[in-house]
């Protein structure tokens, strides 16, 4: 069985670009993985504009971030 870490560090090494889309809570990262992505990354501006409803302007913390990641991760 493949670790996530090794299967990114796969895609990156082959040619070409690989498209990761942005999600920023559990239903993104879940339509993300039925569309057939390989990736995706967490985008902060996306986190802070759904959580709060602000721009990021710097006001999610570590941890709230990797709460959400957690999350992503999960529903993923």
Do not use: Q
């Amino acid at each position: 069985m493949t670790t996530a870490p090794a299967e990114l560090r796969r895609l990156l090494s082959e040619p070409g670009m690989v498209r990761a889309p942005g999600v920023y809570d559990g239903i993104g990262a879940h339509l993300v993985r039925r569309a057939g992505f390989p990736v995706a990354y967490l985008t902060g501006a996306g986190a802070v504009a759904a959580g709060y409803g602000l721009p990021d302007i710097g006001l999610a913390t570590a941890t709230e971030m990797a709460d959400r990641a957690e999350v992503v991760v999960e529903a993923s």
